[in-house]
């Protein structure tokens, strides 16, 4: 199968920081009990009047200059707050990076939406629609954050990262391949290139929707005539449960994907999940075996900034030198729906944006 | 009983930052520090450790050692 593979990144966050000073004042709660039940110390919401295509677009101009191209094929834009209910925002964001014509659709997995999007990128360059894709994560999620619930309003924060996939070469595949050898930088046709996503394990359970939610706005209630309760508009969230179930499925999901692509716990350099509350990032190491020294994060700066949470930890972590060309990293992603997925890549030569 | 107890214990010292000295039968759950989501954690570890599943709705930040001890009984017998 033709392999995609990372050739470029970006991130973007609003530049308004909202301090865990401010919130404990705002929502009658201390900074230390934000800080010990969400590893958050602030995060990041965007101006009046801002929407996701905004962060969309500038991470989107990113990731395109961090893979020296003018143009993608294709955009695939992760999102569960569209700039409105109707159309997708994927459209106009790419008109706005110049790229009007082109294939553009939004993917909505709520957390897991950035992986569920790569996935959707992989699937356009192995069809032939595309040769390089746009695949970014956005979300506003102060846009749909009831401001009278101290949980969730202290967790999320907005923001958005961006990967440009390209279409990988012969044998360009993922993860050890059949052999169980892996190719060095820069070793183009070998197994394993870098950059190449590996097998993907993505998955869902319906039955379980309304752990995370917003109750109105949509069919359901629109088609009833009623007038929805205040609340019912926001973002709800049953925190402890949800709490259980991304812990076992990233759990499950990181143990698929490393099977698949032939890798051992061991061999993992860079654990990168859904920055969702440190807590479970911890829980989540520990479970797995995976060494807090192997742990990417940068949700203390930002928060839960939902499906661009792994893209901006990437280009974070990149920036910083924490990740390094050759790493072999496995990613995964828990969210509403639910949904939940991982995949893996051995970290490319790339100068973040 | 004493046996569970004194495994659960051993878990929270070594895996929840409990100290010893303040680990009792009779401690209150939240006064060890141990809030809901710590509890969800200590369900995920309970399952490994004792082989039963601890839902979230089962205990409570305000159980003690050894009602958390005696759930944990009823449901490895």
């Known amino acids: 199968m033709t392999s995609a593979v990372v050739c470029g990144i970006g991130s973007w966050v609003p530049p308004t920081v909202v301090t865990n000073d401010e919130l404990a004042a705002r929502l009658g709660t201390s900074v230390d009990w934000i800080e010990t039940r969400t590893g958050i110390r602030q995060r990041r919401v965007v101006e009046a009047g801002g929407s996701t295509a905004d962060l969309a677009v ?27 209910p109707c159309p997708a925002t994927a459209p106009e964001v790419a008109s706005r990076l110049g790229l009007a014509g082109v294939p553009a659709m939004d993917v909505n997995a709520v957390c897991t939406g950035f992986l569920y999007a790569a996935a959707t990128g992989a699937g356009l360059i192995a069809t032939g629609v595309a040769q390089r894709v746009l695949v970014i994560g956005a979300d506003t999620f102060s846009t749909i954050i009831d401001p009278a619930d101290r949980k969730t309003t ?35 046709g070998e197994p394993g290139e870098l950059g190449a996503l590996g097998p993907f394990d993505l998955g869902s359970d319906g039955e379980l929707a309304r752990l995370i939610w917003v109750p109105a706005g949509g069919s359901r209630q629109r088609s009833a005539g009623l007038a929805a309760p205040a609340a019912d508009r926001y973002f709800q969230m049953q925190g402890t449960t949800v709490f259980r179930h991304a812990v076992v499925r990233m759990i499950q999901s990181v143990r698929t994907a490393l099977g698949r692509a032939g890798w051992r716990i061991e061999d993992v350099d860079s654990l990168v999940s859904h920055q969702a509350n440190a807590r479970i990032l911890a829980a989540l190491a520990a479970e797995l075996g995976i060494d807090a020294g192997r742990v990417v994060s940068n949700i203390d700066l930002v928060g839960n900034t939902a499906a661009a949470s792994i893209p901006l930890a990437l280009a974070d972590a990149a920036r910083c030198g924490r990740l390094r060309a050759g790493h072999r990293v496995v990613l995964t992603a828990f969210g509403g729906g639910l949904t939940w997925g991982a995949t893996t890549l051995r970290w490319p030569d790339i100068t973040p944006m | 009983m004493n046996d569970v107890i004194e495994r659960i214990g051993k878990l929270l010292t070594s895996r929840f930052g409990v100290p010893a000295a303040e680990f009792s039968a009779e ?45 944990i009984a009823s449901k490895v017998a």
């Open chain 2, 27 to 71: 401690a209150v759950l939240s006064d060890l520090d141990l809030d809901s989501l710590a509890l969800v954690e200590f369900g995920l570890v309970a399952e490994t450790e004792f082989g039963v599943k601890i839902s979230e709705d089962e205990v409570s930040p305000t159980d003690t050692i050894t009602e958390l001890a005696t759930l």
């Open chain 1, 58 to 84: 500038e991470a989107g101009m990113r990731a395109l200059k961090s893979a020296h191209l003018d143009r993608a094929d294709a955009v695939v834009l992760a999102t569960t707050t569209p700039d409105y």
């Open chain 1, 154 to 188: 202290a967790i999320f924060g907005d923001g958005a990262g961006a990967v440009v996939l390209r279409r990988g070469e012969p044998g360009e595949l993922g993860g050890f391949g059949e052999s169980g050898e892996f190719g060095g930088p820069g070793e183009l």
